[in-house]
C-alpha cells in the first residue's frame, strides 16, 4: 500500500510540476514595436454590385502600424493600389487606389513566432480607367470616394526584424459609381513581409 502510495505520488509530481512551471513561465510574445509591412494584394469585385461581372485586381500595399499602450491596440495606415486591365465583353480597364487609417488588436498568444492580429480601416478611394472615365455613357466618373477595410491575418517570425505576412484577408466596401449602387462588395487576400522597426 505504501509502495502505491509513493508511486502516485512521483506520478502527480512528474505531471503537475512541468504544468504549474509553463504556467509560471510561458513563452511570451516579441514585444510589439512599430512595423512597415509590404504586401501583394488581390482583389476580387464585381461591376455592378449584385451581379457577377466579377473581375480580379492585382496589385501591391503598404501598411505601417504603430503600437499604442492601450489593450494590444496599434494605429494602422495603409496605402494599396490594384489594376484590372480586362474587365467584361468591352475590355475595360480599372485602377483602383485606396487609403486608410483605423486600428489593429495583436492578442497574446504566448508565441514569439505566430502573431495574430484583427483589424478594422476606413478612408477613401480613387478610381480610374475606363470602366470609370465615361467610354461608355452608362459608367459614371468615380473620382474620390468613401472606402474601408475589416479584417485580419497571421505573420510568421522569421528573423528578429523580419516576419512574414502567411495572408491577410479583409472585406473591402467601395463606393466607387458604378451607376447602379455605388457600392461594391470586394474581397482583399494579401501576403508578404514586415519589417520591425527598431526602438530606443
Known sequence: MRNHIGFFTVLASSVLLPA???????KPSPPRVPELALSYDLIGSNVPAGQCGCF???GGSVTAAIPIPLDRLSIVGQISATHAGDIGTPHDSLTLLTYALGLRYTPSIHSRRISLFAQGLIGGDHASGSLVEGTNPGKGNAGISLAGSVGGGMDLRWKRAVSIRAFEIDYQPTTVDNHTTALENNYRISAGLVVHLPTR
Not at 20 to 26: L, W
Open 56 to 58: 480580379v485586381l492585382n
Open 20 to 26: 504549474q512551471a509553463q504556467q509560471m513561465d510561458p
